[in-house]
């Protein structure tokens, strides 16, 4: 759906911001997006989700502490074969 869409152009984002080597947009485009909307129009939401962050692509330390720990909750209340399966270990 568009909010998965919303979503992987921000991974994209991500992973244009902390990666040395980058997978270029078109390819994002040819393997996730060409049955949904043209380069053009997926470059033009890219931008646009830029420019509701006012181009900041950081998070507030406060949000990063809250959301780890979350994630370390999550993880707690997790069953062991599913906190094996996250370490890389057979099902």
Do not use: M
């Amino acid at each position: 759906g568009e909010i998965g869409n919303i979503a992987v152009c921000l991974i994209f984002v991500a992973h244009s911001w902390t990666q040395d080597e980058t997978c270029p947009l078109p390819v994002w485009h040819l393997h996730l997006f060409e049955d949904y909307c043209s380069l053009e129009v997926l470059n033009h939401a890219i931008v646009k989700l830029l420019q509701l962050r006012h181009f900041l692509l950081r998070v507030r330390p406060s949000i990063v502490r809250r959301d780890v720990a979350r994630l370390r909750d999550a993880y707690r209340r997790s069953s062991p074969s599913s906190r094996s399966l996250a370490r890389g270990g057979a099902a």
